[in-house]
């Protein structure tokens, strides 16, 4: 992730990068879910947007 924040971060352009991983894997990864650890049934999300976006959709960046 940090290769392609960079890579846009250098572009100067209005841009944005969104990354939603796919569930963990877990030895205790059995059902009911409340006996999985937590690293498999919470999914990571994350959004960067650079200056550029920013100043150009402020409303946009806010809603996330």
Known sequence: ?????DILSKARRP???AFCSDHGESPSAFYPRE???RDVW???LF???SS???ALY???VASV
């Open 52 to 54: 550029e976006y920013r």
């Open 1 to 5: 992730m940090a290769k392609v924040i």
């Open 15 to 17: 841009s944005f990068f």
């Open 35 to 37: 006996s999985a650890s």
């Open 58 to 60: 402020p409303q946009k």
């Open 47 to 49: 959004f960067w947007f």
């Open 42 to 44: 919470e999914i990571p």
